[in-house]
């Protein structure tokens, strides 16, 4: 977690809620919203960035069997604290509480993970991102696949282009934002681990599927990708020129 290590001074709320202030001035709120926004969002921001951070150490503590649930979970408590920067009242209603994507509970007697697909949704925390940080031209009801949100990774690419199903897939990348791509694959992999805890056992287990390393090697290069664009994002609001 490096790089979220130089701005540990933002973990005290004497530092944050004045860089807050200083936010809201900037982007335009006028007197007395900063202050009234800076004071009321310096706990809650504090308290999901803190989460995240401790559930993102115990990522590298536990077995890749629960990986995907630790990481997802310590991404949406990431973004549910950037998100203020942009949206100082959320949530401002129970429906940008839900999840924003959904995917197939049931899987297919020949499923891949490279095909599974991915469906975004009107409402939840990720369309709010998407209006407020991605601004990703998206349809509500459009799906992703894994393979294509694989080959939007650089790192990522090596891989998919010595596999044939996939080496066609980073030819199409539409430069899609990483927080982006990391929600829906973090989505996907954590229904995965929850739901289909059979399928995932024995992917694991058996390492009889050729979707393992892409996915191994996603879950070891997630965290720091996401540390990475994490402190992008708080440095860009806390700290002013």
């Not at 004045?18 to 009234?36: M, N, T, V």
């Not at 694989?150 to 990348?173: M, P, T, V, Y």
């Not at 694959?185 to 681990?193: H, P, Q």
Request: hydrophobic share 35%.
């Amino acid at each position: 977690m490096e790089p979220l290590d130089t701005l540990q001074a933002f973990t005290t709320t004497d530092h944050l809620q004045p860089a807050l202030q200083s936010h809201y001035e900037r982007i335009g709120f006028s007197d007395p919203l900063p202050k009234k926004y800076a004071y009321a969002n310096t706990l809650p921001f504090l308290h999901r960035y803190l989460q995240a951070r401790r559930l993102l150490a115990s990522t590298g503590q536990n077995d890749v069997h629960i990986q995907p649930l630790l990481l997802y979970y310590s991404f949406t408590e990431f973004m549910k604290a950037i998100v203020l920067f942009h949206d100082p009242e959320y949530p401002s209603t129970t429906s940008v509480l839900q999840h924003g994507v959904s995917t197939r509970k049931r899987k297919k007697k020949d499923y891949r993970f490279i095909d599974d697909e991915v469906k975004i949704q009107q409402n939840g925390l990720l369309p709010l991102l998407n209006r407020k940080m991605f601004h990703v031209k998206m349809n509500d009801g459009e799906r992703f696949t894994m393979g294509k949100l694989f080959g939007e990774l650089d790192d990522l690419r090596a891989i998919l282009q010595h596999d044939r199903r996939l080496s066609n897939q980073h030819k199409d990348a539409r430069n899609l934002p990483a927080l982006f791509v990391h929600y829906l694959i973090l989505y996907n992999l954590s229904m995965i681990c929850r739901y289909e805890t059979e399928w995932w056992g024995e992917l694991i287990s058996s390492r009889s599927s050729i979707d393992l390393p892409l996915i191994e090697h996603y879950l070891r290069i997630a965290p720091l990708h996401i540390c990475e664009e994490i402190a992008i994002e708080m440095r860009t609001h806390l700290i002013s020129d």
